[in-house]
């Protein structure tokens, strides 16, 4: 079964993060916050993609559901770090 | 007609296509019931939705369309607007409300 902690580590070794956490514990359904500087100047859409072009085909077999939240540094800055 | 081209001619000669899981009344799945939830809550008047599970070409060529590997999928005007937590983001940021009302006029 897929836990949270492999997930994040699938996510990281894909795509550079400053901060991430990812929740979910029935291996199928996952939500994460990423923060990543790969994300300057792209649209929420791109910022996506580029968690799903990370994740590979895993995103077709191994995860059913990913619910994501994508921030740039500075907007997770102004955001004062919270969700 | 190959499915990548059906899929063009359907969300570009309608205002607002959702590719979702189930129908708008008994959506299939958490994610598409979320997305029906906030067009609603819009007050979408020219939805137009597509069941993919009754349609395995649609489904899987939806996802290589939009380079986007998950359903829901929410188009308007032709343009991919995101997947549920985009919407969800949009619409808490008034900005999901202010394309559709666009479409709508």
């Known amino acids: ?14 795509l550079a993060c400053e901060h991430i956490e990812v929740r979910g514990d029935d291996g199928q359904h996952f939500e994460a916050l990423i923060v990543s500087p790969t994300f300057v100047g792209k649209n929420m859409v791109q910022q996506h993609q580029l968690v799903y072009q990370a994740l590979g085909d ?11 939240r994508t921030f740039t540094p500075e907007a997770w800055h102004a955001n004062g770090k919270r969700i | 007609m190959d499915v990548q081209a059906a899929i063009k001619n359907q969300v570009t000669s309608n205002p607002v296509v959702l590719y979702m899981k189930g129908s708008p009344k008994f959506p299939q799945c958490g994610f598409s019931g979320l997305a029906i939830q906030i067009l609603q809550a819009c007050g979408v008047q020219n939805l137009v939705a597509v069941d993919v599970l009754a349609d395995p070409a649609i489904r899987d060529g939806i996802k290589v369309y939009a380079n986007w590997p998950t359903i829901p999928q929410l188009y308007i005007n032709g343009e991919f607007i995101g997947g549920s937590d985009i919407m969800r983001t949009m619409y808490e940021q008034g900005e999901l409300q202010k394309l559709l009302a666009e479409v709508a006029a």
């Open chain 1, 58 to 68: 895993r995103m077709r077999s191994e995860i059913h559901a990913l619910s994501m």
């Open chain 1, 1 to 14: 079964m897929l836990s949270a902690n492999e997930l994040k580590t699938y996510i990281t070794n894909g």
